[in-house]
């Protein structure tokens, strides 16, 4: 008999596999934790102002890349809700219900697209109203 043949995972396919189950808010945590360990900062993207025929610049057109989650209102459960907050802010349960209690306002902030869109859902499945500014 051949000797049986073992297939070694790459660590770079481990990572690969790990990333691919992670929930948005895990994969936020994780670029956060891997800039602090790193000292990285991501560098601002600039576009360069076109020019017209007359040679002037004009003004580019910025996507917005940074947004708000915030609470219009609160709705009927509050509880949920305060335990949502607690879960996407990491506060403690007083800091978390003083958030709720201080609705509308914000409850996250400067956070990408997609996280922010995640977090609404999670949001308004507990009743609230959310907006994303």
Do not use: C, H, W, Y
């Not at 996250?108 to 308004?124: F, N, R, T």
């Amino acid at each position: 008999m051949p000797p049986k043949k073992t297939t070694k995972i790459k660590p770079v396919d481990a990572i690969i596999e790990s990333i691919e189950t992670m929930t948005v808010l895990e994969l936020a945590e994780l670029v956060e934790a891997l800039k602090d360990k790193f000292g990285v900062a991501a560098a601002p993207v600039m576009a360069a102002p076109a020019a017209d025929a007359n040679g002037a610049a004009q003004a580019a057109v910025e996507e917005q890349t940074e947004f708000d989650v915030e609470i219009a209102e609160v709705g009927p459960n509050k509880i949920p809700v305060i335990k949502v907050v607690r879960q996407i802010t990491g506060l403690g349960l007083k800091e978390a219900k003083a958030v709720v209690d201080d609705a509308p306002g914000p409850v996250k902030q400067g956070i990408s697209k997609v996280e922010a869109d995640e977090l609404a859902k999670m949001l308004e499945a507990e009743g609230a109203t959310v907006e994303i500014k």
